[in-house]
């Protein structure tokens, strides 16, 4: 349903490079020099902190609070497929790639506060070992989010999402055709986030990426982005923000597309250590 409120989408890509917020940034320096990053401190330190202890505080705040301040999150579009033979498939945000040889993702999914019900999802990986991760774009974000609904297990969500099928290569799970990168993966390790004194509350899974499908359209080559800092990285092997279009989980019910980016190379240390003072590890 619409916010009668907000502006139309801006179906237009947002995504562009920009310099970085501190581009004249020194070593040692800190946050010198920049208004922008000198402001910033002096706001927080007006305002001041709140510290919150996890164990004292209830699960729903601890949740809304971690969600809202870790973000933007990727999200994992997750088919899998059930013991009967059910087809499944609902997004998460507890997810990242945390390898990349050999390729590794994973996908945390919470379980109910007694600690007895999973995720459908999570059961189905559990049992039957492999998955697909799908990377949601723009275009067919409603349809992602409608998989989310809080249905029975037997509910198909690829019906509902109205959503396409595309036969994976070697595991059994499909993956979404409208998808631009998907990963057909199996099944690592599980691992119980277990609770010093309460049931487990969630259970994270590894994924090990057996075959990646990658829409030819959003490859990268060396001179597809004349705007960003020449010669910084390899381009080949990547892909690009603005033809991906990718989607990404804030706080709440938002969702937020990918806007400006900006490129800062990772320091070589024979080019910046006579711009060091000296220091070393443990000195004060």
Request: net charge negative.
């Amino acid at each position: 349903m619409a916010a009668p409120d907000r502006s139309p989408f801006n179906y237009e890509p947002s995504f562009k490079y920009t310099q970085s917020p501190n581009p004249d940034f020194k070593p040692v320096s800190g946050l010198k020099g920049s208004p922008f990053a000198e402001e910033w401190i002096k706001q927080g330190e007006e305002a001041g902190f709140t510290v919150v202890d996890p164990k004292n505080t209830a699960p729903g705040n601890l949740y809304r609070l971690l969600i809202s301040g870790i973000v933007p999150r990727p999200i994992a579009f997750v088919s899998s497929i059930a013991a009967d033979g059910t087809q499944n498939l609902a997004p998460f945000s507890y997810f990242n790639v945390v390898n990349s040889d050999p390729p590794i993702v994973s996908v945390s999914f919470t379980v109910s506060a007694a600690g007895t019900k999973k995720k459908d999802t999570c059961n189905n990986i559990l049992t039957n070992k492999t998955f697909t991760v799908n990377i949601i774009s723009e275009p067919f974000v409603e349809a992602a989010n409608w998989c989310a609904v809080d249905s029975p297990a037997d509910v198909d969500e690829w019906y509902g999402s109205g959503l396409t099928k595309e036969k994976s290569t070697v595991v059994e799970p499909p993956r979404v055709k409208e998808s631009a990168f998907s990963l057909e993966c199996e099944l690592y390790q599980s691992i119980e986030l277990k609770h010093p004194d309460k049931p487990p509350g969630g259970i994270l899974v590894l994924g090990l990426v057996k075959m990646i499908h990658v829409r030819n359209d959003i490859l990268i080559h060396p001179t597809d982005h004349p705007n960003s800092t020449a010669g910084s990285v390899p381009r080949e092997w990547t892909i690009d923000p603005s033809k991906l279009r990718a989607v990404s989980r804030m706080g709440g019910i938002t969702y937020c597309r990918i806007g400006e980016a900006f490129e800062i190379p990772r320091p070589v240390w024979a080019q910046v250590k006579d711009n060091y003072d000296g220091r070393v590890a443990g000195e004060h």
